[in-house]
């Protein structure tokens, strides 16, 4: 779905920089440019960075923890 249609941004580009690095909605947004024009979109274009850095959190948490356990 597009998230900026100023800049013609949707919400798997944005979750693709956040996949290939990008750490804050700040960095997303100098990278994709979403939010640099009219501003409509910022609230949701935060939402979708928050909701991939959590995803992103917790699938790098459950991947930590897999390697512990030991079969007997």
């Known amino acids: 779905m597009y998230v900026c249609l100023c800049e013609g941004v949707t919400d798997g580009q944005i979750r693709e920089a956040i996949y290939e690095g990008c ?6 947004r100098e990278t994709l440019g ?18 991939t850095l959590s995803e992103v959190q917790q699938s790098q948490g459950v991947m930590a923890y897999s390697g512990n356990f030991v079969a007997a």
């Open 23 to 28: 750490c804050s909605y700040r960095e997303v």
């Open 34 to 51: 979403v939010a640099s024009q009219c501003g409509k979109c910022a609230c949701l274009a935060k939402q979708v960075v928050r909701d």
